[in-house]
C-alpha cells in the first residue's frame, strides 16, 4: 500500500544524543497490544517521557518545547533490538518523517523505509555537529534531500551525503512499497516454488 | 567458485536480483505470532488477498499469553483481542493454528524445530528478531517486521540486500560450568551490541561441533544481540538425527533425497568472508551481565569496568549504571537479586531445565528470591514432568508455570516490579525489559539456578 512520498524535508530537528537506544525504549512492549495501526505516537519512549503515575518527566526532550520538528536526530546504533514494527510506527504516528544516527540497527532501518520513515546514517563528526548546532540554537533548521541525498545545516557550511540503494530510494520519492512489485512477480514465485526441495 | 554456507542457503532462493537494489528471497517458512502479525493481515484485507502459501505458515500464540490457568479465558481484554485476531486470520486463510492449550502451543521458536519445521537449507522468517534460533540447523532464519509479514504472508518473498559474511570461530575445550549462553554473551561482549550489524554470522569450530542441537539453539539466538541479521551453524549428524522422524520433516524416501543436499551444506574451505574473529574457547568463564544491553557481559568472578575501559559513550554507560543502581569497579558477586527468570526462545528447553535442577537438586531457594520457571513449550513441560525434574524442583521450592513469552519481554503479568533485580536466562537487559522498571542480570539457567538458591549472584562453582 503506498505511503507518503518523501523527496525535501526542511525542519527543526530534536537531539536524543544516547547511544544504543533500543526499540523496547522507542515503545514498550506493553504497548503492543493494538491489532491496528493507530495511536502508537502517545506511547514513544513512553518511560523515558512519562513517570509511572503518567506525569511528564520535565528532563527529557520531548517535554521540552524548545525542541520540536519532523526530523529526529539519535546517538549511535538507533533501534537496536526487537523487530517490533510498532516502534517505526510510534516514530512516524508522533510525526516524525526522518531519523538521523550515525548507525542504525538492520530491521529498525528496514521497518522504517518500509513505511515511509528516511533513515539518514551520517558519519559520527556529522553527527556530533549537528548535535552542538541544535543545542546551541533549537531553531536551526536541517534539509534533508533524497533526490541528492544530502544532508544540510542552514547557516552553515557543513553538509555531507548519505547512501541508500537505487530501489528504495525510488519506493521512497514515489510512495511505492514492495508488496505491489512482489504482487507484480506472482508467477515467477509459484513456478520457483515448485522447483524448492523444501 | 567456492561459497559459505551462507552464499549456498541464500543464492538458491533468490528469484531476482534487482540492480543496486535487494534480492528477491523466497521463504519455506513462515512463522506467525499474535503480536506482529494482526496489522499484516488487514493489510491482506485492504488488498483483497490471500495467504499465498498457507501450508508454509504456522501460527502459535506465545507473546501475550498468561502462564497460568491457560484454560481459561485470558483476562486481558486487548491480550485477548489479539489472540482471537490470530485465531480468525488462520482460519480464515487455512493455516495452521496452534493456540493457548494446543499440545504443540509453545514460544515460537521453541515449537519450530521440536516439530521438524526448521530444517537445513531453509529460508525461514518471523515477526520477531530472534528467529535467528533457527541458523542451528543450517537454516537462513532472520526477524522482519510487519510490513515484511504481510510481503511473505501474501507473496511468499522478501526483499533483502545480501548481507555480508562473518564468521566467529571458537576452538578449545569449555571449562567446567561454562554453558552455550556464556559462549554467546561472551561474543556479544566483545563484539560489542552492534559489532555484527549488517553481517550473518556462521559460527564454526570445535566448541560448535561439540555443542548439543539446544546448545545451538541458543548461540544463534543470540546473534541479533551483537547486530547481525543471523548466525548459522553447518548442519552434521546430530542436526539430522535431531529432525529424523519429526512430524513436518521429510519423511521416507524423501529424507534420502533431501540428506544429499544437506551434506553439501558447509561453507567451502577456501570460501571467503569479510570478517573473521577466532577466540579461545578455554578463555570463557560463566558470564552475567551488569548493565542494559547485552553487549555489557562480564565474567561473573569479575568487576564491573571503569567508565574509560569501557569503549563506547561514557554518558550513556553511566546511564546505564545509574538506572541500574551499580558502580563502576564493583564486583558483581554477591550482588543482590530478587527474581529469577529460567524460560524464553533462548534457554526455554529442555536441556536449560536440566541444568538448572541439576544445580538446585538437594538445596533450597532462597526465601527472598521469586522464581518464575516458564517452559518454552508444551513439549518441554511434558519432558519436565516425564523426566522426574519436576518433583526435584518442587522439592527445593519451585513451581512450574505454563509455557509462554513470559517475562521475556513482559507483555503478559509476568512483570518484575520497579528497582527490582532479576537474573534472567532470557535474551535482553534493556531498561524496562521486564517490566517498568525492572533490572535485568542476564546469564545462564546455571548461574540463574545458584542465584535462586543464595538471592544473590553466585559463581555456581563455589556453591
Ligand atoms: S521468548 Fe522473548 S525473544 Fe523469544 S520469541 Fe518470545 S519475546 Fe521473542
Known amino acids: 500500500m503506498a505511503y507518503d512520498k518523501f523527496k525535501i524535508l526542511k525542519s527543526t530537528a530534536v537531539p536524543l544524543p544516547i547511544e544504543n537506544i533500543d526499540t523496547d525504549q522507542i515503545i514498550p512492549a506493553r504497548f503492543l497490544k493494538a491489532t491496528e495501526r493507530r495511536g502508537f505516537g502517545d506511547n514513544l519512549f513512553r518511560d523515558w517521557r512519562y513517570y509511572s503515575n503518567n506525569k511528564p518527566k520535565d528532563d527529557f526532550v520531548l517535554n521540552n518545547n524548545k525542541y520540536c520538528g519532523k526530523i529526529l536526530v539519535g546517538g549511535k546504533n538507533f533501534g537496536s533490538g526487537s523487530s517490533r514494527e510498532h516502534a517505526a510506527w510510534a516514530i512516524y504516528d508522533y510525526g516524525f518523517r526522518c531519523v538521523i544516527s550515525s548507525f542504525f540497527a538492520d530491521i529498525f532501518k528496514n521497518n522504517c523505509l518500509n513505511i515511509g520513515v528516511l533513515p539518514v546514517q551520517i558519519s559520527s563528526d556529522f553527527l556530533e555537529i549537528i548535535f552542538e548546532k541544535i543545542y546551541k540554537d533549537p531553531s536551526t533548521l536541517v534539509t534533508v534531500d533524497l533526490t541528492e541525498q544530502s544532508v544540510k545545516i542552514s547557516g552553515s557550511e557543513h553538509y555531507e551525503n548519505f547512501q541508500i540503494n537505487d530501489y528504495k530510494k525510488n519506493n521512497m520519492l514515489n510512495g511505492y512499497d514492495d508488496i505491489d512489485f512482489l504482487l507484480n512477480l506472482k508467477e515467477s514465485i509459484k513456478s520457483f516454488s515448485k522447483k524448492t526441495p523444501l | 567458485m567456492s561459497k559459505t554456507l551462507f552464499d549456498k542457503v541464500w543464492d538458491s532462493h533468490v528469484i531476482k536480483k534487482i540492480n543496486n537494489g535487494p534480492d528477491v528471497l523466497f521463504i519455506d517458512r513462515h512463522m506467525v505470532h499474535e503480536v506482529t502479525s494482526p496489522v499484516a493481515f488487514l493489510g491482506l484485507k485492504k488488498r483483497n488477498i490471500k495467504v499465498l502459501f498457507p501450508e508454509k505458515t504456522f501460527a502459535t500464540a506465545d507473546h501475550n499469553t498468561p502462564t497460568r490457568n491457560q484454560h481459561l479465558p485470558v483476562k486481558d481484554y486487548l491480550s485477548s483481542k489479539q489472540l482471537e485476531a490470530l485465531e480468525k486470520n488462520a482460519q480464515y486463510h487455512g493455516i495452521s493454528y496452534w493456540g493457548l492449550g494446543h499440545e504443540k502451543n509453545g514460544i515460537v521458536h521453541v515449537i519450530g524445530p521440536e516439530h521438524g519445521i526448521t530444517l537445513p537449507g531453509a529460508t525461514i522468517v518471523c515477526g520477531d528478531s530472534h528467529t535467528s534460533t533457527h541458523g542451528a540447523f543450517g537454516a537462513i532464519a532472520f526477524g522482519i517486521g510487519t510490513s515484511e509479514v504481510e510481503m511473505v504472508l501474501s507473496t511468499q518473498c522478501i526483499m533483502q540486500p545480501k548481507p555480508k559474511k562473518m564468521r566467529i570461530n571458537i576452538n578449545g575445550k569449555l571449562n567446567d560450568s561454562v554453558t552455550p549462553k556464556d559462549v554467546a554473551l561472551f561474543i556479544i561482549s566483545k563484539l560489542s551490541t552492534s559489532g555484527a550489524t549488517g553481517y550473518f554470522v556462521e559460527y564454526s569450530g570445535k566448541v560448535f561441533s561439540e555443542m548439543s542441537m539446544e ?174 525434574l519436576l518433583n526435584i524442583l518442587n522439592q527445593s521450592g519451585f513451581e512450574l508455570r505454563e509455557p509462554g513469552c513470559s517475562a521475556c519481554l513482559a507483555m503478559n503479568d509476568d512483570k518484575i516490579p520497579t528497582g527490582k533485580y532479576a537474573v534472567s536466562t532470557s535474551n535482553r537487559n534493556f531498561e524496562g525489559r521486564q517490566g517498568p522498571g525492572s533490572r535485568t542480570l542476564l546469564a545462564s539457567p546455571i548461574v540463574a539456578a545458584a542465584a535462586a538458591i543464595t538471592g544473590k549472584v553466585t559463581d555456581p562453582r563455589d556453591l
Open chain 2, 215 to 388: 546448545g545451538r539453539m541458543t548461540v544463534c539466538n543470540l546473534s541479533i544481540e551483537m547486530g547481525a541479521r543471523g548466525g548459522m551453524i553447518a548442519p552434521d549428524n546430530k542436526t539430522f538425527d535431531y529432525i529424523k522422524g519429526r512430524e513436518f520433516a521429510p519423511q521416507n524416501g524423501e529424507w534420502d533425497e533431501v540428506m544429499k543436499y544437506w551434506k553439501t551444506l558447509k561453507s567451502d574451505d577456501d570460501a571467503d568472508f569479510d570478517k573473521e574473529y577466532d577466540f579461545d574457547g578455554t578463555k570463557i568463564e560463566p558470564m552475567i551481565t551488569y548493565g542494559t544491553n547485552p553487549g555489557m557481559g562480564i565474567a561473573i568472578n569479575s568487576g564491573i569496568p571503569y567508565s574509560n575501559q569501557h569503549g563506547g559513550n561514557i554518558e550513556t554507560f553511566q546511564k546505564s549504571l545509574d538506572y541500574m543502581n551499580y558502580s563502576q569497579g564493583d564486583k558483581i558477586l554477591g550482588k543482590k537479586i530478587d527474581f529469577v527468570f529460567l524460560g524464553s526462545c533462548t534457554n526455554g528447553r529442555i536441556e536449560d531445565f536440566r541444568a538448572f535442577t541439576n544445580i538446585v537438586k538437594g538445596r533450597k531457594k532462597s526465601p527472598n528470591v521469586t522464581a518464575w520457571l516458564v517452559p518454552g513449550s508444551h513439549r518441554v513441560e511434558k519432558a519436565i514432568k516425564e523426566e522426574g
